[in-house]
């Protein structure tokens, strides 16, 4: 039984509108809540009008419910409705009941019509549609969330269940919610594009658990190459890649990945209807991605077909979300006040920068501790100065400790573990030249992960990262204006540190040559890197080559000789095809010494041959393509890319089970074959038994019927927004400020 604590008011009232709707089959008129003259909806009778009111009090004793009741009592007798009907989210007994009755003597209250808890959820079983329509109420609870933790079907932690669990209530139900799963029901796949802050990742989510509750199997993953392992076609999968192009900007390396392998699984989902792909962007980059990439633009791939752009709110719905996020802050009462003084609230909604993520944050207990000022205060100045937004608590507020640990993790991987974390703490903070002796490292980077844990960083599986990505945006503008490089480079340890400092230098520089450091600071660092085993033989020597054509010094030259005596001894990963084909190119233009570059080419072509000839059966056909197009194009033996190419085919094509499951209609088929064959026809693959496979498979899809009849959830159209007239949003939070 739901005891409706995820709900907010205007939550609550919704879902009794739309349940007494459906018992009396009649349409109701709807006010707003708060000074509303007693009304919250109204419908006609035979016996004249008919009275809504209701009461959201979970959480609140029943004398002050039977106060409240008693309030209503003279707007009842000035109304003078032919019924009257009291409901409440509160629990009730037939002797409470009684009592709401002899607190309002003006209104023709009969038992029946004062529901309670019990009657509430009686009208949600027998009203099926009403239920699954207002998701909010069961996402959350403790039932579903259980059967999701103990059912297997989502890959990630209880940390990250609480944060879902802490989301629902504040979520606002909208059209986007229908329209996103239209798109899925329709394409298989759901791009959630928009500027940032404004509910990208949240909705997301939401859809994420809606398919979860429903007994899909969840899988969030990091790189587009884990999407093609882990969806099969015998179980419901949702495959979730929250900023599959970046968070902050476009790099080469990540267009290349995505240009290869985004079409070939798009198209499986389309085919298949027991895979649904979400993912989500920011508008910019997704316009850039497309600009860049030709198979991203293509018309095959229309991304226009399943893009929403979300974003775009009206002002009822501004006022909800504001509302919600008061409503269920862990704010002091006083500071709520605050934002509801004076219509402030109305300002807040209508000002040009509000967002979401702006709302969440200045909410927040944790942020408004860290903000160091008056909650409104805080707010307007955040509005008018978004790209502020942690100006202050990072440069006033936070411990050195903490700016050191925000720092480490920055010029770092998007996800560290926390042992890996703590090294980076500790390089980080001697560089900035504090104090801490080596036994006192742990205690104080514990302290630190807790100072920010909640508001700046999330941890989860033993890894952290940054709780949303516009702390990376700010800190990757403080870096720049602080001039911080040189102490980023000094700190700089492990392979994943190095790249990433080197990366975001390199993007400083491009823009700002004002920004640039001494070549002996890179040296120190590359130094220092070589004395350790980090990151893969392949890895080093793409970054190493990359830092002696900027540098040029006789160090980066060591580093490439160094990388080139570990890859000759050393194996290329199977995750790593993407890698090969941007080193290749890499050295191909490289400045490096004709004497290195020869040892180098050599090496890194005999690796890479023996990388296709190896892994050519667990590669992608676009990989090995690309690969060996990256070969071909690397002036070297062609006979030997021949046979390394036609080696990795015929390894591919010696099992199709899994590639032709990308399939799922007989044209499809008919076109993978004919590609397929002109393919090994070309390089010289014999056939195989690969036609007895395609056979096999299209026999299963001739059998297959046409069309699989769907008994996935499917939310209802979602409630309409609320006027949104100044007077219902006034009434709206009229009363919050006693909640």
Not at 163 to 179: G, L, R, Y
Not at 261 to 288: A, G, H
Not at 379 to 404: C, M, Q, S
Request: net charge negative; with cysteine.
């Amino acid at each position: 039984m739901y005891d409706f604590r995820t709900l907010s008011p205007l939550d609550f009232e919704d879902l009794v509108r739309d349940l007494l709707q459906a018992e009396f089959g009649l349409l109701f008129e709807s006010f707003g809540p708060g000074r509303d003259l007693g009304i919250d909806f109204r419908f006609a009778t035979a016996e004249g009008s008919a009275i809504v009111q209701a009461k959201h009090y979970a959480d609140g004793r029943t004398d002050a419910l039977v106060r409240t009741a008693r309030a209503e009592n003279d707007k009842i007798a000035r109304l003078k409705p032919a019924r009257y009907i009291f409901a409440t989210s509160a629990s009730l007994t037939p002797m409470l009941k009684g009592k709401l009755q002899d607190a309002m003597p003006a209104a023709p209250l009969e038992q029946q019509d004062i529901l309670g808890r019990a009657d509430l959820n009686n009208l949600l079983c027998r009203h099926s549609d009403v239920h699954k329509k207002h998701f909010k109420l069961w996402l959350a609870s403790t039932e579903a969330l259980e059967r999701i933790l103990h059912s297997g079907v989502y890959n990630r932690t209880q940390a990250e269940m609480d944060v879902i669990k802490a989301m629902v209530p504040k979520f606002v139900q909208n059209d986007s919610v229908s329209e996103a799963e239209a798109i899925l029901q329709k394409n298989g796949a759901l791009i959630i594009a928009g500027e940032p802050g404004v509910g990208k990742s949240t909705l997301a989510r939401m859809l994420v658990w809606l398919h979860a509750e429903q007994g899909w199997k969840i899988s969030v993953i990091d790189d587009i190459g884990e999407a093609f392992a882990i969806a099969s076609e015998d179980e419901k999968r949702l495959v979730f890649f929250d900023d599959f192009l970046g968070q902050i900007q476009l790099s080469p390396d990540l267009i290349r990945r995505t240009d290869q392998r985004f079409p070939p699984f798009l198209e499986r989902v389309r085919t298949n209807k027991k895979i649904r792909f979400v993912l989500t962007t920011r508008d910019y980059i997704l316009r850039q991605a497309q600009a860049q990439s030709s198979r991203l633009s293509a018309a095959k791939v229309n991304a226009a077909q399943f893009t929403l752009s979300v974003g775009h709110y009206t002002r009822a719905t501004r006022a909800q979300i504001l509302f919600n996020h008061i409503y269920f802050a862990d704010i002091s009462l006083d500071e709520r006040r605050s934002l509801l003084r004076d219509d402030f609230f109305l300002e807040i909604i209508d000002h040009r920068n509000f967002n979401p993520r702006l709302i969440d944050l200045l909410t927040s207990a944790d942020y408004v501790s860290i903000a160091d000022r008056p909650i409104r205060e805080a707010v307007r100045h955040v509005l008018e100065n978004p790209h502020e937004l942690w100006e202050k608590p990072y440069r006033n507020h936070f411990t050195e400790d903490a700016r050191g640990l925000m720092l480490a993790l920055f010029f770092n991987e998007g996800r560290v573990g926390l042992q890996a974390l703590e090294g980076a703490f500790q390089q980080m903070v001697g560089s900035m030249g504090l104090t801490i002796g080596r036994a006192d490292i742990p205690v104080r980077f514990r302290a630190a992960l807790r100072e920010l844990e909640g508001s700046a960083i999330a941890i989860e599986d033993r890894h952290v990262r940054f709780a949303n990505p516009g702390i990376r945006d700010f800190l990757q503008r403080a870096v720049r204006e602080d001039r911080f490089f040189s102490v980023a480079v000094d700190a700089a340890t492990r392979f994943p540190e190095l790249k990433s400092t080197w990366k975001r230098y390199g993007e400083a520089v491009r823009e700002d040559r004002d920004l640039a450091i001494d070549g002996s600071l890179w040296d120190a660092a590359i130094g220092r890197l070589m004395k350790i085993v980090s990151g893969t033989a392949l890895g080093r020597l793409g970054l190493s080559v990359d830092m002696y054509d900027q540098l040029e010094s006789e160090t980066s030259l060591e580093f490439v000789r160094a990388s080139v005596a570990e890859l000759r001894d050393s194996e290329i990963g199977l995750d790593e095809a993407d890698l090969s084909r941007w080193v290749l190119e890499a050295l191909s233009l490289s400045l490096l010494p004709l004497d290195v570059a020869d040892e180098a080419g050599q090496v890194l072509f005999e690796a890479v041959v023996r990388f296709l000839s190896e892994w050519g059966g667990e590669l992608s056909f676009e990989d090995i393509d690309a690969v060996a197009g990256a070969l071909s194009d690397f002036d070297v033996d062609a006979a030997v890319v021949a046979h390394a190419h036609h080696s990795a085919l015929r390894k591919r094509t010696s099992d199709l089970s899994s590639v032709l499951l990308d399939y799922g209609s007989v044209d499809d088929l008919d076109s993978f074959e004919s590609e397929l064959t002109l393919l090994m026809t070309k390089n010289g693959v014999p056939p195989g038994d690969v036609a007895a496979q395609v056979e096999r498979r299209r026999e299963t899809l001739v059998e297959r019927e046409q069309e699989r009849e769907d008994d996935n959830y499917n939310p209802a159209q979602s409630v309409s927004p609320r006027q949104s007239a100044t007077d219902q949003i006034r009434s709206m939070f009229a009363g919050l400020a006693s909640e």
